[in-house]
């Protein structure tokens, strides 16, 4: 599986009400290897987990890789960590990405995917019950609105 990776300093005006980063968006260069980004939306953020804060000033490397994929959808796994410190993440998690058609209706991308490491496989079966537990959320809303 192909790992993307970008880099950012971080600026005051990337900063929360906290003071600290708050991130999401590099996941969707993962997306762009497979598909063209323009047929693509985000589906899901199931999460960020942040193990410690980023603070103005820090440099930090996102690597972003496409872990699992359904019919039409793509399930990221995106970790940061300061550039100087790419032993220990500062912060993980998951994003699903729908493709669509010309009508914004989800379809088929033709992708298929085999983990390679014992890494890949266990952040696939993390990717599949992360889209699983959204998929009971949504139908448990639909099901208090009926």
Known sequence: MKSTYSQRLIKLADLNHHQTFFAGESSYFAV???VDTKD???LV???????FPIFAGDIVTFES??????RSTL??????YRSREPEKVAADG???FSYLDENHHSRSHGITLTPETEEE???QQQALEVMEDSKKRALAMNEKKN
């Open 94 to 96: 998951f994003a699903t």
């Open 75 to 80: 399930t990221v796994y995106t970790k940061m």
């Open 65 to 70: 890789k496409v872990i699992s994929v359904g």
């Open 45 to 51: 953020l199931h999460g960020i987990d942040f193990k």
């Open 121 to 123: 496989k266990f952040l």
């Open 32 to 34: 762009a290897q497979y």
């Open 40 to 42: 693509t939306v985000l």
